[in-house]
């Protein structure tokens, strides 16, 4: 089987023109207020005060920016929960649709975000063959990551029904990721889930969160939470696949490599992306090739106690 990082031939990661980033003011992201101050530059200036500014890192901010300031634009258009036909129900001689092939896709965003912030995924999942792409959105008054993975359950249980297949595959942004990870380890959701790929999630917590610990679910994101201490106990029966892929300049993971997956009883793959942030990675090429890259292998996770550092793209 074919390693994860070999089928990976990514282009660099630094800051391509904005030119060449399609639509750069529709670039969605939100998902960085997930813990902290919502302005991207501000890690450059503490940075900057601290005496490490470097291009790259200004780069970065400078995309970061655009980013937040495109999806700001979009975020209206993705407030609204996706319209989704009825489940039609076959005549009882009629055989199932098939199980085999491409499970469909199902994206959930960060906190206080929603589905807008996958338009450019989404497009290119959707173009990648024919996928059956979905987005979930739940509520930023949702109090607790275990009732957003009961809700996340749920839909998949009905998009699976829907759809005839009895797996799905998941795509996390921050938060997003860490619900679908509880759902999948804690709450029996690795029956329904094949592969989870989560983008700058805190799987062991981030310290950033004390910025914004007014929201209960904010609170289960740092370190040492009761919820993060679940996600650390024994999973020796979980059937899900996980990719991970984590930034060298993402300002809301502290530390950051909360952002990798860290248990011995799980079958993932790490994979470091260098220049860019936190609400670069649903949005720059380079990753969402990646990530059509992994959801295209059977056990994208197979070789990652054999290369446990995953994949640098510099």
Not at 31 to 49: D, G, M, Q, T, V
Request: proline fraction near 10%; charge should be positive.
């Amino acid at each position: 089987m074919p390693r994860l990082t070999a089928l990976l031939p990514l282009p660099p990661l630094a800051l391509p023109g904005l030119p060449s980033l399609p639509a750069l003011a529709a670039l969605p992201s939100l998902s960085a207020l997930a813990a902290l101050p919502p302005l991207p530059f501000l890690a450059a200036l503490h940075a900057k005060a601290a005496g490490r500014v470097s291009p790259a890192l200004l780069k970065a901010t400078a995309l970061e920016a655009a980013i937040l300031a495109g999806h700001l634009v979009l975020y209206p258009s993705g407030i609204a929960q996706e319209r989704r036909a009825a489940p039609v129900q076959p005549p009882s001689d009629a055989p199932r649709l098939p199980s085999e092939g491409r499970p469909p896709v199902l994206l959930v965003h960060g906190f206080i975000d929603n589905r807008s912030v996958f338009v450019l995924l989404r497009r290119a999942l959707a173009q990648d063959g024919g996928r059956h792409v979905e987005s979930l959105n739940y509520s930023p008054l949702t109090r607790d990551i275990r009732t957003a993975a009961e809700l996340l359950g749920r839909h998949v249980e009905e998009l699976c029904e829907r759809t005839g297949h009895r797996r799905v595959d998941i795509v996390g942004h921050s938060l997003g990721g860490l619900i679908a990870r509880y759902y999948a380890q804690r709450l029996g959701g690795d029956v329904r889930v094949r592969t989870l790929v989560t983008l700058g999630t805190p799987h062991a917590g981030t310290r950033v969160a004390r910025l914004a610990d007014a929201h209960p679910i904010v609170r289960q994101m740092r370190p040492g939470s009761a919820v993060i201490e679940e996600l650390k106990e024994p999973a020796p029966a979980c059937r899900t696949q996980f990719v991970s892929f984590w930034s060298d300049l993402d300002q809301i993971m502290d530390p950051l490599e909360t952002a990798c997956m860290d248990h011995p009883d799980l079958l993932a793959q790490n994979i470091q992306v260098t220049g860019i942030g936190h609400l670069a990675l649903p949005v720059h090429p380079a990753v969402v090739t990646g990530i059509r890259q992994a959801l295209d292998l059977t056990n994208p996770g197979a070789d990652a106690r054999q290369n446990p550092g995953g994949l640098t793209v510099a």
